[in-house]
C-alpha cells in the first residue's frame, strides 16, 4: 500500500456522535468517503456533503484498502471487523482496518492477530478530546500497530487530530487510552472533593480556582470542569457511561496485567453512584454532585 | 497605619528554605527589615544585605508597625506572636501581622482574635510555589483577614509573590492552601499510579506524557513532576513532611467542619508510607516509589 492522500477512498463505519464529525473531516480534507453505520438515518449529513453508503461492512471492504471504524466497545468491533459480513471478509491483502474506538487492549491485540493471517493490517488509533475536539479536527490520536503501515495512513488520522503519537505495536495506543483515563479520572475526582470542602469550609470555590490555577493544583479538569462543577452544570462533554465503560477497560487490563490502583478503583465507585442515579448520560464532571451529597449539601 | 511602601521598614520573623528568600525580595524591593530566627546563622545573608538583627520578637515588634512571620506550624506561629517576648507583647495598637506560613486555619482565627484584643491585626497569607517561586519573587499568596489591612500591605506581598487572591475573612488564605493541597495530592498520586500502570503495561512513560499532557488528563503535576517520577529523581521541590504536615492541617480542618475527603485520606496513606520508609525530606513525588513498589517493579 502507499502513503494515503486526499483524492483516495476511505471506508468509514460508524456515524455516532464522534464519528459523524469526524468522518466530516475526513470529507473536508478531500477524501472520497463511503461509509455505512448501523442506524442509516445518521449518514444523511455526511451522504450529502458527497459520501457514499454502502449496505454493509464486507460490501465497503470490496471497495477500500483503508478503513476506520469509529465504534462503541470490543462487541462492536470485533463483529464490525470479523463478524460474517465483517471488514476481512471483505478487504484485499495489504489493507490496513483504523479502529479509532476505545476497546480492550487484548481484544485489539487479538483482532489484529487474526488480520495479520490475512496480510492485512490493525491500527488502533483511540482518541481523546470529546466531541468538540472531533469537530474542530483537534483531537489527540494515540496509535498503536507497525509504526510502517501508521506512517501510510498519517495524513488521514491528521484530517481528524493535530495532536497524534505513535506509541509502539498493536493495542498500544488503546492502553495509553486507559492511562489518560485514569488521569482524568482520579483528577477530576480531586478536583470534586477540594471544590466541596471549599465550599463547606466556607470559600467561594471560584476565587478558589482562581487562586490555585496557576501552580502546582493547576490542571485541564481544574480550569476546564470546575467552573461547570460549580454552576451545577452537569452537561455532558463526556457521558458518564462512557467514563464507566473505559474504567472497566481500565481494571480489566489491570487485571491481566497484575497492577493494583487504589486510587482508580475509589474513583470508579463514584462514578458507579452516578450510574445508580441514573446519571449515565451526564457530564463525568457530575462527580461533583456525589461528593456535595456525601457532604450533606443540597443538591444543584 | 499607611499604605506600605518601599523605605517603610518590616520585620521578618522566620528565615528557614522559604523565608530566607522570601525576606530578601523584600530588601531588594527597597524595603529596611529588622529580622529574627530561632538560629542567627542562617541570617547572615539577609544581614549582608542590610538588613539588621534583633534578638527576640517583642524587640522587633518595638520597633514596627508590619510583620511578617514565615515558621514551620501552628505552635510556633501562636509562640512567636503571642509567647513571652512574642510579638503581641511589643507591638503598637493599628499594626499588622502577616504570617505566611501554613498552619491551622482554626489556630489562625485564635490568634487573630486574641491580636484583634490589641487593636492588631492579623493577616493571614500561606503561600504555594515553592523555594523557586520564593526566590524567583512569583509566589501564589492566598489571603485572608480583613481586606481595607489587607489593601495597605499589599505591595510587601507583591515584592514576594506574583499571583495574590484576596480570600476572604480570617483563615480563609489558610482554608485555601489546604484546598490547593488537597488537589495536589491527589492529582499527584493519579498521575503516578497512571504512569506504574502504563510502564507495567509495557508503555514508554515518556511517550505516555507527550500523548497525554496537552488534553483532559493535562496538569502541572503531569508535566512537571511526571518526567521527574519516571526518571526517579526523587530530589525535594516539596518534601514529604511538608506535604504530611499539610494533609495532617486538611484532616484536622475536615473534622472540625465535618467534611468527608475519601481520596484525600487514601493519598494520605500513601505519603506516610513514604514517611514509614524514612524517606520524609524526599520530594512528594517520590510517592511514585510506593507505587511502584504496591506494583512490585524493582526500586530505583
Request: charge should be negative.
Amino acid at each position: 500500500m502507499d502513503l494515503v492522500k486526499p483524492g483516495d477512498t476511505i471506508g468509514f463505519i460508524g456515524l455516532g456522535i464522534m464519528g459523524k464529525p469526524m468522518s466530516e473531516n475526513l470529507i473536508k480534507a478531500g477524501f472520497n468517503l463511503l461509509v455505512h453505520n448501523r442506524t442509516r438515518t445518521r449518514a444523511d449529513e455526511i451522504l450529502e456533503m458527497g459520501a457514499q453508503w454502502r449496505d454493509s461492512p464486507i460490501q465497503l471492504a470490496r471497495e477500500c484498502d483503508v478503513l476506520v471504524t469509529m465504534l462503541s466497545d470490543s462487541l462492536a468491533v470485533r463483529d464490525v471487523v470479523l463478524g460474517e459480513k465483517g471488514i476481512s471478509k471483505g478487504i484485499s491483502k495489504g489493507g490496513v482496518v483504523i479502529d479509532m474506538s476505545t476497546i480492550s487492549p487484548k481484544a485489539t491485540m487479538e483482532i489484529s492477530e487474526k488480520l495479520g493471517e490475512l496480510n492485512v493490517s490493525l491500527i488502533d488509533a483511540p482518541v481523546s478530546g470529546g466531541v468538540a475536539g472531533a469537530r474542530q479536527g483537534s483531537l489527540s490520536i494515540m496509535v498503536g500497530g507497525d509504526e510502517d503501515v501508521f506512517q501510510l495512513v498519517v495524513p488521514a488520522l491528521e484530517a481528524m487530530g493535530s495532536d497524534i503519537t505513535y506509541m509502539g505495536g498493536s493495542g498500544s495506543g488503546q492502553k495509553t487510552k486507559l492511562v489518560n483515563q485514569i488521569m482524568v479520572a482520579v483528577n477530576q475526582n480531586g478536583v470534586a472533593e477540594a471544590l466541596v470542602f471549599a465550599e463547606k469550609a466556607g470559600l467561594d470555590p471560584n476565587k478558589v480556582i482562581e487562586a490555585c490555577k496557576g501552580g502546582g493544583a493547576g490542571s485541564f479538569q481544574l480550569q476546564n470542569q470546575g467552573p461547570r462543577m460549580i454552576e451545577g452544570d452537569y452537561s455532558p462533554g463526556f457521558m458518564v457511561k462512557h467514563m464507566e465503560k473505559d474504567l472497566g477497560l481500565v481494571s480489566e487490563t489491570s487485571e491481566d496485567i497484575i497492577s493494583p490502583l487504589p486510587f482508580t478503583s475509589l474513583a470508579s465507585q463514584f462514578y458507579r453512584a452516578l450510574m445508580a442515579e441514573g446519571k449515565s448520560e451526564y457530564g463525568t464532571q457530575a462527580i461533583h454532585s456525589v461528593i456535595r451529597r456525601l457532604n450533606s449539601i443540597e443538591p444543584n
